[in-house]
Nanobody, 127 residues
Framework: QVQLVESGGGSVQAGGSLRLSCAAS??????MGWFRQAPGKEREAVAA????????YYADSVKGRFTISQNNAKNTVYLQMNSLKPQDTAMYYC??????????????????????WGQGTQVTVSS
């Protein structure tokens, strides 16, 4: 079972930037990405990267503002978040898991298993 440690959350004003990091205890999983959940809302996929090749997925709400990247040598995935909006406020969770098809990852349709999640990091954007 891979262990995931997230960091980089915090509070920022609208228009600001944050960079989230997700360090995996080992390289074993083909799809890594970020989900978020705001109070009273369902969890949504934000971004994902297929680690073998680098194909990416972004939710429409973050396209052009967020960038996901990887450092395979460090088993780490990053989420650079620019032009943050109050509606980006949520708990952000990193996930890493295998997928049957690469398309499941870079289409955003993957469903990480229960033991494939980090503890989460809070992002708060004030107006």
């Amino acid at each position: 079972q891979v262990q995931l440690v997230e960091s980089g959350g915090g509070s920022v004003q609208a228009g600001g930037s944050l960079r989230l990091s997700c360090a995996a205890s080992r390289y074993a999983d083909r799809c890594m990405g970020w989900f978020r959940q705001a109070p009273g809302k369902e969890r949504e996929a934000v971004a994902a990267i297929y680690t073998d090749g680098g194909a990416t997925y972004y939710a429409d709400s973050v396209k052009g503002r967020f960038t996901i990247s990887q450092n395979n040598a460090k088993n780490t995935v990053y989420l650079q978040m620019n032009s943050l909006k109050p509606q980006d406020t949520a708990m952000y969770y990193c996930a890493a898991d295998s997928v049957d098809w690469a398309y499941d990852c870079y289409s955003g349709s993957w469903s990480p298993r229960r033991n494939a999640w980090g503890q989460g990091t809070q992002v708060t954007v004030s107006s």
